[in-house]
């Protein structure tokens, strides 16, 4: 006669976590590689890249739209590469740790942010309303 798997582990019983603190657990978000033990080096990577796809849709608003939201365009592509600027000043002037990947992180999240409510506004204005 076997037991259950779990059958009789506390741990296991009802459904519940085996006991580990938070600062090990491998799962949560904040204990990821990219934000504990990464050198910055990647989130520069993916923010440049992520900067020149969304110059594209922001350029051809510019220089080949309408033109009621090049003013608009102009601003926003000027904010998302500023913002990927200030992303490298703290990868160089802050020292490594989770705080700087955290602010590295915050400037990815800045950058997604910006161009999402840029590119639907600039949509917006594009369509008359």
Do not use: K
């Not at 519940?16 to 938070?22: D, H, L, Y």
Request: proline share 6%; net charge positive; aromatic share 4%.
């Amino acid at each position: 006669m076997s037991r259950a798997r779990g059958a009789g582990d506390p741990a296991h019983d009802g459904g519940a976590e085996p006991a580990r603190g938070p600062e090990r657990d491998p799962t949560r978000m904040a204990n990821q590689p990219a934000l504990q033990t990464s050198s910055g080096r990647i989130w520069l990577v993916m923010g440049a890249l992520f900067l020149v796809l969304a110059l594209v849709p922001f350029g051809l608003l510019i220089f080949a739209g309408s033109g009621r939201s090049r003013g608009l365009a102009i601003v926003v592509a000027s904010t998302i590469a500023l913002v990927y600027a200030i992303m490298i000043v703290i990868r160089l002037a802050s020292s490594p740790g989770p705080r700087r990947l955290r602010g590295l992180a915050g400037g990815m999240l800045a950058l997604a942010g910006i161009a999402l409510i840029g590119i639907w506004s600039c949509a917006v204005i594009e369509a008359g309303r």
